[in-house]
């Protein structure tokens, strides 16, 4: 048995507003179908999807592997500092377990977690 893909679907309260954040954070987008954006860095794939559920947004979670927790953060500070994304936020990296951790949340809630 085998796969050639895999794709979440994502949560966006206001699609707009979470493609212009993940393109913000360095993603490539692609018009998807029926309400729906594509979204790619580096051959790492997730559909964003113009549908919300509170209760889903806000337990809906990404662990990125990352090899520079720092340029992230910078990143993600960029973003929030200049990007005119109100809900955004994101906290400073922490040592978690031998590794570095760096939490950011999209604008409906969706927590991305950056892995060094």
Not at 6 to 23: C, I
Not at 60 to 81: C, G, P, T
Request: glycine content about 8%; aromatic content about 16%.
């Amino acid at each position: 048995m085998s796969i050639r893909d895999l794709k979440a679907y994502v949560p966006a309260k206001d699609f707009e507003e979470s493609k212009r954040f993940y393109q913000a954070l360095g993603f490539s987008m692609s018009e998807g179908w029926g309400g729906t954006a594509d979204f790619e860095l580096n051959g790492h794939r997730f559909r964003l999807q113009d549908y919300y559920v509170k209760e889903w947004a806000e337990n809906f979670m990404f662990v990125l592997d990352v090899e520079d927790i720092e340029v992230w953060h910078q990143r993600a500070r960029d973003v929030v500092n200049n990007g005119g994304f109100s809900t955004v936020r994101f906290e400073p990296p922490e040592a978690v377990d031998g590794s570095w951790v760096l939490h950011v949340w999209d604008p409906c809630g969706v927590l991305l977690i950056f892995v060094q």
